[in-house]
């Protein structure tokens, strides 16, 4: 169940939603001026459009009824898109994180950025849009194609998300707390309840390289420099442990705990609380996202309240990054109930609380990781009902896949590995003697 606060609303059907050209509005196209060159709803045909005295003239047409000449296409000039920040200038990139067209004096404000020619992103938007909207797309409407593009709301077609298990690795573990895959040959895994910290080489089966059994893993990621960052239960200290599996102090915490970690291109992202116990939330509770720089020196912000001083979350136990940089975490709101939040601005954007189908009384939605896809979707394993809740940016349920028909059973951790597939490690249960396994599975569609 997602919503834009405070409403709550799931939407199951997939859809994508083009902006009308002359209201704004996320009303149906029905109609394109072929004289005006604009797409527009039913209303703003008959009240807006009809109220132009030439438009008795104009040629207007069902926009199912326009017929492209794809070979138009190659004649489009993409050299001369004019920026709008500098309208004497001509835009040279696509920012993939910001979504909009750039020029050479843009540069400086998108440092650090994934950039992409503009040709590239064209054609790529243009397929998208005519796959998912329309096949008849004006390929020379640049506004549909690059400036309205970031206005969409992107769902992806369910029939077309296909998860598939290519190998199936078992552990020395009751359970995967935390897996991280440092490179296309190795993993590190983690279980608190063994004290266990590991780095396994992959091959038909998992090969311990090293073994810490002493070390209560909260949380870790792999930091920019190829080290791994960790957290520790109950230590206010941020660790580094560097290939010669040396552990270094980053950063001092104190007197807060550090749980959550997400590493970016620039910052390393980290959720605290205070110690004591986690709940119930009492006035002196601290619960903060901080940004750090990428030493972990220097603190670059921190995250705590909105505008009204309200408090913007409970416990950040798991979080992650959409493709335009905003953090999206699983936030724990007591003991046993949790959402998904993401943060923008120093607000909640949107909150989705599971999915109404398979999360009842009985058994609560109870996120224990969440993921990214190469697309910008966000995965959430939801451990209890074995399966995968996968989400659009704007937090609307694309598809709940049930990892039960794969035989995948109590999925608590969640990774992408470089070549993008997806990694994700279970637990068992309780009165298994079964060690925990992890599962390679193929992804495509979203």
């Given at each position: 169940m997602a919503s834009r606060l405070p409403s709550a609303s799931t939407r199951k059907k997939a859809q994508v939603i083009v902006t009308c050209q002359l209201c704004q509005r996320s009303s149906p196209l029905k109609w394109k001026c072929i004289d005006c060159?604009?797409?527009?709803c039913d209303n703003c045909k008959t009240n807006v459009h009809a109220r132009v005295k030439t438009s008795t003239r104009h040629k207007i047409v069902d926009i199912k009824d326009i017929e492209f000449n794809k070979s138009k296409e190659s004649s489009v000039d993409l050299d001369n898109i004019l920026c709008k920040t500098h309208p004497t200038q001509s835009c040279c990139v696509y920012c993939v994180q910001c979504k909009e067209l750039i020029c050479p004096k843009c540069l400086?404000?998108?440092k650090g950025h994934d950039v992409e020619e503009i040709e590239t992103q064209y054609n790529e938007n243009l397929e998208y849009l005519r796959e998912n909207v329309s096949g008849n797309i004006d390929p020379y409407d640049l506004t549909a194609i690059f400036g309205s593009f970031d206005k969409l709301s992107i769902n992806y077609n369910p029939e077309k998300i296909n998860l598939k298990k290519i190998n199936t690795y078992e552990?020395?573990?009751?359970?995967?707390?935390?897996?991280?895959t440092s490179s296309v040959n190795s993993i590190w895994i983690s279980c608190y309840q063994a004290?266990?910290?590991q780095e396994m080489q992959i091959a038909q089966k998992l090969k311990a390289i090293r073994a810490f059994n002493d070390k209560t893993i909260y949380d870790m990621t792999i930091s920019k420099t190829g080290d791994l960052l960790l957290t520790l239960a109950a230590d206010s200290h941020l660790y580094r442990l560097d290939k010669t599996g040396k552990m270094n102090i980053v950063h001092d915490f104190s007197p807060l705990l550090p749980k959550a970690l997400h590493v970016n291109s620039d910052n390393i992202i980290v959720s605290t609380r205070e110690k004591g116990d986690a709940f119930p939330l009492a006035e002196h509770s601290r619960r903060q996202i901080v940004v750090l720089g990428q030493t972990g020196k220097k603190k670059v912000s921190v995250i705590e309240y909105d505008k009204q001083n309200t408090r913007l979350f409970s416990l950040i136990c798991r979080m992650t990054m959409d493709k335009t940089g905003n953090i999206v975490a699983v936030d724990f709101s007591s003991k046993d109930i949790a959402r998904?939040?993401?943060v923008v601005n120093n607000s909640i954007e949107w909150i989705y609380e599971g999915n109404q189908d398979i999360n009842t009384d009985a058994i609560p939605f109870n996120p224990s990781d969440l993921t990214v896809t190469k697309l910008g979707n966000i995965i959430v394993a939801d451990q209890d009902t074995h399966s995968l809740h996968i989400l659009s940016e704007e937090g609307v349920l694309i598809k709940c896949c049930m990892m039960e028909d794969n035989n995948i059973l109590l999925p608590i951790c969640l990774d992408f590995d470089s070549n993008w597939n997806l990694w994700i490690g279970c637990s068992t249960n309780k009165n298994s003697e079964d060690n925990a396994k992890i599962h390679k599975l193929?992804?495509?569609?979203?």
């Open positions: 060159d604009i797409l527009m400086k404000t998108h552990t020395n573990l009751p359970f995967v707390h935390k897996l991280v004290t266990s910290l998904i939040v993401k193929e992804i495509s569609g979203c």
